[in-house]
């Protein structure tokens, strides 16, 4: 019966996103009071009925009701608690209830942070994210429901969870990720509003602005995490692998990044309005893209859902309606967004614009490496698949003027700075950095590359610009007295800086051993000594398998004992491995158990990686950076607003 | 008033996107997992296999020329060439002027040879590739995997998978018959 209630929560859910869509956008239009207000209810109780779906959902998953076809498919009675969970958004169903409830969590944010707002804009943006809401609620309610149930014959036990998936990082890494790609139906909505509503209001930025850094941090943080899973996970030491459902999320993140960027233009100077509005359409786009491209079958992933054609039509009707209706707005109402003021070559302005020209371009590249594939195939020119290579060669040079220029735009006022006055202090610096590059890898006595000695200048450059921003040289380095949304700006571009760091020193240093060994047995890998201890069977709730015991010792002195394990599903009839890891902050030892060889020898790979979690940490300074922006006094100020329209 | 290039400009983002949205729907009826054999339209490598059961006459290329031949890759440890089996076994009614060959990949002529006993044999003659050379010379990547191969050696058709009766009668049968006629 539970999972009935949740079917009809939904049902309820959308005839109140239907009114939503429908009567406050009139209300908004007619200055109708009553009718704007009703968003503010009608989001509320789609909040709670999403709930409850999610609720009925998550109560089948836990009392193991294999009637459900979702739960049987995805669960087991012996599939550890938690897991089973989080095994809600272990698939395509569940994970599209999870992205309109979180989307309906948005919609509740709104409803709650918007006492300065006039309320026709709120009515609007509520509209908006209603319509969108609605599609995927007949999505759920026509083919993708996760309430389906397998009668008569039920059946005694589930398939289980992908054993992939049996990790912690699915309990954090699909709700973070997925707060971030819908989050950007905020702005989105923001923007499209803006452009029913016939003018764009100056404050139209400083709104957007706060909800667009949240849903970026959010989204930061996801890929984050399923970076460091990955890693953790797949038992080959690396962290990105352009796969198209990577790409899918580091599309809208390269759009959003440029939005920040392009929205504090707006605010400050109103100008780059057209571009700003469009971006902000983009955005959640590529996010809505890569929600069909992950479930449409059309592209190969190893992340990608099962595919189904009708559902991929779906979707594909639903992009046209979204993105087309959108563009179409746009291109109706666009003539208004006009922009007066004007700016030097050496100011703020171009910078940021140099910024966006710069994202954007690296978004493209990604979008049509990722597209490619498809692109060769429908126009019948054959097969084939695009991988690192290109995604390297054609996103790295992109990113080496962003990261000069990243540095250096703080110091630029808006309007115009005059070169000379900064010339001094940018050939000083220069003259820092290149002297630093040579000399610390002598004074640490490490070998470095020219490609490795380029990175670090272009990663001190940053670093060492951004410190700036932040101390001053007087009286020892000194916080300066800056406003939140600077600390902001610092935090983010310092772990831009680490985490480039992170990537060089781990790709130049990084060493990785295939070796076979038998109990007794040891290897080096540096300064570091593997020995093989035991291989003994071991059992858990729903896997067997084999543990080994490796003893790590460093210059002779004992470190750690690790266990790196291969595991045997016996339901979902399939194998992972699990590497044993030792993180430290200035490396990663890392032991993946492979097969059985002859004479009682096992094949293991070991790795040693230098600065790996850096890459994570930078992502961390950068969510930080985000955070603390929006702290900024000015987003809490409330400020009182005639009635606009 | 609006200018012509501004009106443009307006309406470009959208035209992109129909334009990526038409691709985006025609590609959703191609299968991306389908990768057409390289080795298609051209002859089958050379190679010398020893037969199952063993006898001291090698089997060559030679052995492809002259009548058209279909090729079928299997195991003995594939679940799938299992399935497919029976299908093979049916098809020999069909075939007046082609030969069935099997390819035994990856696998042990002891455990082949008491399959067949078990299930039956439908090749003419069976290849032995113990190590997968020949396989890998093919361009198999799985098994179980068909091809056909004309009276000249060339290979002009590659199934990845098993054959169901269906496959058989709509989909290989006509292209033998293609080639024999």
């Known amino acids: 019966m539970t999972p009935e209630l949740g079917h009809f929560a939904l049902f309820l859910a959308i005839s ?35 709930g409850i779906a999610m609720i009925t959902l998550a109560h089948a998953f836990l009392v193991n009701d294999f009637s459900v076809l979702y739960v049987a498919e995805n669960s087991n009675s012996h599939l550890p608690l938690v897991y089973r969970f989080c095994a809600i958004w272990g698939a ?40 969108i809401a609605i599609g995927f609620y007949l999505f759920l309610l026509t083919t993708s429901s996760p309430f389906d149930r397998i009668l008569p014959n039920i059946p005694a036990d589930g398939a289980d969870l ?108 109103q100008i780059f309005k057209a571009w700003t509005v469009l971006l902000a359409v983009c955005a959640f786009s590529l996010s809505l893209l890569g929600t069909f491209l992950v479930r449409s079958g059309i592209l190969v992933s190893v992340h990608s859902f ?34 007066e003021n004007e700016f030097s070559l050496w100011s703020r302005e171009s910078f940021l614009f140099l910024n966006n020209v710069l994202l954007f371009v690296a978004m493209l590249t990604v979008l049509l490496g990722t597209l490619y594939p498809l692109i060769v195939d429908v126009l019948n020119l054959g097969k084939i698949s695009v991988g690192p290579p290109y995604f390297n060669i054609m996103f790295m040079p ?17 309007r115009e700075t005059p070169l000379k006055h900064l010339r001094t202090k940018l050939l ?18 490490i070998k470095i590359t020219l490609w490795f000695f380029v990175g670090l200048c272009f990663v001190l450059w940053v670093l060492l610009f951004t410190l700036h921003h932040g101390l001053t040289w007087k009286k020892w380095l000194k916080p300066r007295r800056l406003l939140l949304s600077q600390w902001g700006m610092i935090s983010a571009h310092l772990g831009i800086g680490i985490t480039a760091l992170g990537i060089i020193c781990s790709i130049a240093y990084s060493q ?50 690790l266990f790196p394990e291969q595991r045997f599903f016996p339901v979902a009839n399939a194998a992972t491995a699990k590497a044993a890891i030792t993180a430290g902050i200035f490396r990663d030892l890392y032991v993946a158990l492979g097969s059985p060889l002859a004479n009682g020898a096992w094949s293991f790979r070991i790795y040693y990686k230098p600065f790996i979690r850096w890459i994570w940490a930078g992502g961390i300074m950068m969510v930080l950076g985000g955070l603390l922006a929006v702290g900024d006094r000015r987003y809490r100020r409330k400020e009182v607003h005639e009635r606009l329209a | 008033m609006i200018t012509t290039r501004r009106f443009l400009n307006l309406l470009l983002p959208l035209a992109i996107f129909l334009t990526i949205l038409i691709f985006l729907w025609i590609g959703l009826y191609r299968n991306p997992r389908i990768i057409p054999s390289p080795l298609l339209n051209k002859p ?71 399959w067949l006993k078990q299930y039956g044999n439908p090749y003419d003659q069976i290849m032995d590739d113990p190590q997968g050379q020949i396989g890998i010379n093919l361009g198999v990547y799985g098994t179980p995997e068909t091809f056909i191969i004309d009276r000249q050696g060339i290979i002009r058709y590659k199934f990845i998978g098993a054959v169901s009766s269906a496959d058989w009668e709509k989909t290989l049968l006509p292209e033998v018959q293609k080639y024999a006629a």
Request: net charge positive; hydrophobic share 50%; proline share 6%.
């Open chain 1, 16 to 50: 109140l996103a239907l009114v939503q869509a429908i009567l406050p956008l009139r209300g908004a239009a007619i200055d109708n009071w009553a009718y704007m207000r009703l968003a503010r209810y009608t989001t509320w109780g789609q909040f709670i009925f999403t």
């Open chain 1, 512 to 561: 990785q051993k295939d070796v076979s060994m038998a109990p007794g047995d040891s290897v080096s890998l540096g300064h570091y000594l593997f020995q093989l201890r035991t291989v003994n069977p071991i059992q858990g709730p729903n896997y067997q398998g084999m543990q080994a015991a490796i003893a790590v010792s460093y210059q002779g002195n004992p470190l750690k004992v």
């Open chain 1, 92 to 131: 395509h169903e569940g994970s599209l209830l999870l992205w309109v409830f979180i989307l309906t969590g948005w919609m509740t944010a709104i409803t709650l942070f918007s006492r300065s707002l006039p309320e026709a804009i709120v009515a609007r943006v509520l509209a908006v994210l209603a319509v």
């Open chain 1, 306 to 339: 099962a595919a189904d054609p009708q559902r991929g039509l779906f979707m594909l009707g639903f992009l046209l309606f979204v993105i087309g209706g959108s563009l179409a707005i746009y291109a109706w109402r666009g003539r208004m967004l006009t922009s």
């Open chain 1, 398 to 414: 992109l990113m080496a003027p962003l990261f000069i220029l990243m540095a250096i735009a703080p110091l630029f006022q808006w």
């Open chain 2, 44 to 114: 089958i490598p050379e190679f010398q296999a020893k037969t199952i059961p063993e006898t001291t006459r090698l089997l060559t290329n030679q052995d492809f020329i002259g009548k058209v031949t279909i090729l079928n890759v299997f195991a003995t440890w594939c679940a799938a060439c299992q399935a497919e089996h029976s299908v093979w076994i049916e098809s020999r009614h069909d075939l007046k002027n082609a030969q069935i060959i099997g390819l035994s990949y990856k696998d042990s002529s002891f455990k082949v040879m008491n």
């Open chain 1, 428 to 445: 000083s610096y220069l003259g820092i950095v290149i002297s630093l590059a040579t000399f610390l890898p002598l004074i640490l006595s």
């Open chain 1, 162 to 269: 992908n054993p992939i998936l049996q990790d912690p990082g699915l309990a954090l890494h699909p709700p973070i990720l997925y707060m971030g790609y819908v989050g950007f139906a905020v702005p989105f909505a923001f923007a499209i509003a803006a452009l029913l509503s016939g003018h764009l209001n100056p404050l139209w930025a400083r709104w957007s602005r706060p909800w667009t850094t949240i849903a970026w941090c959010f989204l930061t943080l996801g890929i984050v995490l399923g970076s460091a899973w990955a890693y953790r996970e797949l038992g080959w030491g690396g962290w990105w692998f352009w796969d198209p459902v990577e790409n899918a999320s580091f599309l809208p993140w390269l759009a959003g990044t440029a939005l920040i960027h392009s929205l504090a233009v707006t605010e400050k100077r």
